[in-house]
């Protein structure tokens, strides 16, 4: 069974999300950001992250070639994607109020 899509989780991040990627120029991340699946959550117990890994990779270990970091400027906390090759890999969300999910039927 697939991990379910971060917009089904949190729709309100997704939609922040992709507006914040349009404002940078990012087209195409805020086309990506609506299919990222929620693989599981950052691990690290600080009480100021929220950060969602989107896809599998080793823990610890830097991303590689191709990797770049792309910062947006929310209206609180800070919101960081790490990208390789153009894939969405991880969503870092820090000192930003609770995220709220969405409630399932």
Known sequence: MDPPLVRD???DLVDELAALLEEE???WLAICVKDVRL???CG???DFCQSIRT???PQGQPFGP???CVPLL???GDLILDVVDGRIMYIEILGRPP???RVQP
């Open 25 to 27: 120029g990012e087209r």
């Open 44 to 46: 690290c117990a600080d």
């Open 9 to 11: 989780v949190f729709p």
């Open 99 to 101: 995220l709220r999910r």
């Open 66 to 68: 191709g990797h770049r």
């Open 74 to 76: 929310p209206a609180s």
């Open 39 to 41: 693989v599981g959550d």
């Open 55 to 57: 896809a599998d990779h």
